[in-house]
């Protein structure tokens, strides 16, 4: 079973707040986990890998929690420019491609 | 510039009509993939292919073929039979993880996208 769950949202945030997204995975053997960005009727565009217990980039931090079969994506200091949909993707064991849920989508307002 | 190009931007077919949308990419990656994202909706696999001259289908190929007869080059097509075409089409490319020595997966490059519009 190839299944990644998310809040599909939409998170409705003011400029500066900090917001969190979830996301839950199937297999407990799955070893990549990736956060992907999507701009209105644009493609897909990867925004940041989580290879151990998770990683920060500027204002985004994304955590993996193994145990629980969940990673998340955090971000601090909203900005305007931050409004799009969030893919959460998984790498399921075996030569297959990536799994992708059907992402969060965030709007910051002024 | 390296990476990964599908032409047209917009295509417009009559119903009926077989139409082939390109894929191309210069990223020297193995593997290459076509997906359909429906207005509101995730990312929907419809074929993908690990190598020359092989593919294998993904999670909507009823309606679709594809081809893989150069590296670079991974053309969908969108046949008669597909009941409802109007849709994004977006292509990928990646490294596999057992060429790139790592164990895990490896992450998706996206080409631009198609819309395909059927009249």
């Known amino acids: 079973r190839k299944e990644v769950e998310q809040d599909p949202g939409p998170f409705n945030v003011p400029e500066g707040a900090t917001v969190a997204f979830n996301c839950t995975y199937s297999?407990?053997?799955?070893?990549?986990f990736f956060w992907y960005r999507q701009d209105c009727r644009k493609e897909p565009k990867l925004l940041m890998s989580v290879y151990s217990s998770g990683n920060e980039d500027g204002r985004f931090t994304a955590q993996l929690n193994r145990a629980s079969q969940y990673i998340s994506l955090l971000i601090r200091d909203s900005k305007l420019s931050d409004s799009a949909t969030y893919l959460c993707v998984v790498n399921f064991p075996g030569n297959t491609p990536l799994v992708f849920g059907k992402g969060t989508r965030l709007s910051v307002i002024a | 510039d390296g990476g990964i190009t599908q032409s047209p931007k917009y295509l417009f077919r009559k119903e009926g009509q077989n139409v082939t949308l390109s894929c191309e990419q210069n990223?020297?990656?193995?593997?290459m993939y076509w997906y359909r994202q429906d207005p509101g909706q995730g990312l929907r696999l419809i074929y993908y292919s690990q190598i020359v001259n092989d593919f294998q289908k993904g999670d909507i190929a009823e309606g679709y073929s594809v081809s893989r007869e150069k590296k670079e080059s991974f053309p969908l097509t969108v046949t008669s039979a597909q009941k409802n075409p109007t849709a994004f089409y977006l292509c990928?490319?990646?490294?596999?993880?057992?060429?790139?020595?790592?164990?895990?997966?490896?992450?998706?490059?996206f080409g631009p996208g198609t819309r395909l519009t059927v009249l």
């Open positions: 990928a490319s990646s490294i596999l993880a057992w060429t790139s020595g790592r164990a895990r997966g490896n992450e998706q490059f």
């Open positions: 297999n407990s053997a799955s070893q990549s």
């Open positions: 990223l020297n990656h193995d593997a």
